[in-house]
């Protein structure tokens, strides 16, 4: 370095045990400063809100004009604490196109301009801020209480589609909104794709002070009409199943009725196919569906035989449009009461054995679920008429007949079942006794 002289200087470097104490010191300052800050009281946090998940599980089926519900109740918060804060469970019910994002109706637009179907009442926790985690044990905190339905619990709800049901909701305007039922209903009566109106369902928990919590999956039902019912239908049994046939429910036009009819084509797109559920409805407040998805065959085979049971049946034309399954009303219900009147097999493998003043007889038990016993036969020749040597049935397929030595008798077996009906008898055995 040059001075003011003109003469170079040599600058000392500054100490770096001083340079790092003085860094220090600048951070110990920052650190007090930082401190100081945190300390500050400020305004109190919101206590947490607990809200209920979504219900779970929603799923719909259209039974004529009637569509049946199905959900999960929520047992559960959204930050997976249980109970649930939840008081009531809200279906939501809105006809309106089902259109992609952006243009998709949100949860808000579905409650407010939507119709509440139902709501169900849900028991309580009595203070909803006591909660318990996942892994907590089960009486960590008092289960809920009141009259309602049990969270967790299975819950169903029913909607008739009335007129009102049918109309489209008015929305409000907006360069993202869907279109309103009177845009909707201008242009052709059949559109290029021939979909139907939509009626579309969801669910929302609803907190003890009222809150919504997140919204279930949506799921669609088409609002096109149902298919017509088949007749009514026959029913056989043997000792094995139950055999229920049916007509078709929309049977082609043919014969002397087809020649008044002038050859025609569908404008648009044609129905789908029509295919068939079963329902048990013997219990008729309760009908049983009997089919785990529609059939397209005109047979049902039921293997559920238990004799002097009264059985009633009912099917429903179903059609598949869209991801949703429309049935029709129920057809004409037929009952039977089922009589066993069927005989079991003749026994096999009869064996007579000779031993000493008597015949010992062995035979295969049958396999039928219902017998009763064997009736073992006698007689005194090889072809002639056998009377029964046991006065009821036994149930042994094992049988000692005492008899004189040096006779020669002839055997045969029969079984009986519980129904009292009675087998062929089996194959005949002959020996005489030492």
Same mark, same amino acid.
């Given at each position: 370095?040059?001075?003011?002289?003109?003469?170079?200087?040599?600058?000392?470097?500054?100490?770096?045990?001083?340079?790092?104490?003085?860094?220090?010191?600048?951070?110990?300052?920052?650190?007090?400063?930082?401190?100081?800050?945190?300390?500050?009281?400020?305004?109190?946090?919101?206590?947490?809100?607990?809200?209920?998940?979504?219900?779970?599980?929603?799923?719909?089926?259209?039974?004529?004009?009637?569509?049946?519900?199905?959900?999960?109740?929520?047992?559960?918060?959204?930050?997976?604490?249980?109970?649930?804060?939840?008081?009531?469970?809200?279906?939501?019910?809105?006809?309106?196109?089902?259109?992609?994002?952006?243009?998709?109706?949100?949860?808000?637009?579905?409650?407010?301009?939507?119709?509440?179907?139902?709501?169900?009442?849900?028991?309580?926790?009595?203070?909803?801020?006591?909660?318990?985690?996942?892994?907590?044990?089960?009486?960590?905190?008092?289960?809920?209480?009141?009259?309602?339905?049990?969270?967790?619990?299975?819950?169903?709800?029913?909607?008739?589609?009335?007129?009102?049901?049918?109309?489209?909701?008015?929305?409000?305007?907006?360069?993202?909104?869907?279109?309103?039922?009177?845009?909707?209903?201008?242009?052709?009566?059949?559109?290029?794709?021939?979909?139907?109106?939509?009626?579309?369902?969801?669910?929302?928990?609803?907190?003890?002070?009222?809150?919504? !919590? +997140?919204?279930?999956?949506?799921?669609? /039902?088409?609002?096109? %009409? =149902?298919?017509? @019912?088949? #007749?009514?239908?026959? &029913?056989?049994?043997?000792?094995?199943?139950?055999?229920?046939?049916?007509?078709?429910?929309?049977?082609?036009?043919?014969?002397?009725?087809?020649?008044?009819?002038?050859?025609?084509?569908?404008?648009?797109?044609?129905?789908?196919?029509?295919?068939?559920?079963?329902?048990?409805?013997?219990?008729?407040?309760?009908?049983?569906?009997?089919?785990?998805?529609?059939?397209?065959?005109?047979?049902?085979?039921?293997?559920?035989?238990?004799?002097?049971?009264?059985?009633?049946?009912?099917?429903?034309?179903?059609?598949?449009?869209?991801?949703?399954?429309?049935?029709?009303?129920? !057809? +004409?219900?037929?009952?039977?009461?089922? /009589?066993?009147?069927? %005989? =079991?097999?003749? @026994?096999? #493998?009869?064996?007579? &054995?000779?031993?000493?003043?008597?015949?010992?007889?062995?035979?295969?038990?049958?396999?039928?679920?219902?017998?009763?016993?064997?009736?073992?036969?006698?007689?005194?020749?090889?072809?002639?008429?056998?009377?029964?040597?046991?006065?009821?049935?036994?149930?042994?397929?094992?049988?000692?007949?005492?008899?004189?030595?040096?006779?020669?008798?002839?055997?045969?077996?029969?079984?009986?079942?519980?129904?009292?009906?009675?087998?062929?008898?089996?194959?005949?055995?002959?020996?005489?006794?030492?």
């Amino acid at each position: 370095m040059i001075d003011a002289g003109g003469r170079r200087t040599t600058q000392k470097s500054q100490n770096p045990q001083k340079k790092f104490f003085s860094a220090c010191s600048a951070c110990s300052a920052l650190i007090v400063v930082l401190a100081a800050a945190c300390g500050k009281k400020g305004p109190p946090l919101p206590p947490l809100v607990k809200l209920p998940l979504a219900p779970a599980d929603l799923s719909a089926e259209r039974r004529g004009d009637v569509v049946e519900l199905r959900f999960t109740v929520p047992a559960t918060n959204t930050d997976s604490t249980r109970p649930a804060n939840i008081e009531r469970a809200e279906v939501y019910a809105i006809t309106a196109p089902v259109l992609p994002p952006p243009l998709a109706l949100t949860d808000d637009q579905i409650v407010k301009y939507g119709t509440k179907v139902a709501a169900i009442e849900v028991k309580s926790p009595r203070n909803p801020n006591l909660t318990a985690d996942a892994d907590d044990p089960a009486d960590e905190v008092d289960a809920p209480e009141g009259g309602g339905l049990d969270q967790g619990a299975a819950a169903r709800v029913e909607e008739e589609l009335d007129d009102s049901a049918l109309q489209i909701a008015e929305l409000p305007r907006g360069p993202l909104a869907p279109p309103n039922g009177a845009d909707a209903a201008q242009g052709p009566l059949l559109g290029p794709f021939g979909d139907p109106p939509t009626r579309t369902y969801a669910v929302v928990g609803i907190s003890t002070r009222g809150k919504r !919590g +997140p919204m279930s999956r949506r799921i669609s /039902v088409p609002l096109a %009409p =149902p298919p017509s @019912p088949p #007749g009514a239908p026959s &029913i056989t049994y043997d000792e094995r199943a139950i055999s229920v046939t049916w007509t078709d429910a929309s049977p082609p036009i043919s014969g002397e009725d087809a020649k008044d009819v002038l050859p025609s084509r569908v404008l648009g797109v044609a129905r789908p196919a029509i295919a068939y559920n079963v329902y048990d409805a013997t219990h008729s407040e309760a009908p049983l569906k009997l089919t785990a998805s529609p059939i397209a065959e005109l047979k049902y085979t039921d293997a559920r035989i238990t004799w002097g049971e009264k059985r009633c049946y009912t099917v429903r034309a179903a059609e598949k449009i869209a991801d949703a399954t429309i049935e029709s009303d129920p !057809g +004409p219900v037929v009952c039977k009461t089922l /009589v066993d009147t069927f %005989p =079991p097999a003749a @026994p096999k #493998g009869l064996a007579a &054995i000779s031993s000493e003043g008597s015949i010992g007889l062995i035979w295969e038990p049958n396999a039928e679920k219902d017998i009763a016993g064997y009736v073992v036969l006698r007689g005194a020749s090889a072809d002639g008429k056998l009377q029964p040597v046991t006065p009821a049935p036994i149930q042994e397929t094992v049988y000692r007949d005492p008899v004189a030595a040096g006779v020669t008798y002839t055997y045969a077996v029969v079984a009986v079942d519980k129904a009292g009906n009675t087998s062929p008898p089996s194959a005949r055995a002959t020996e005489t006794a030492r």
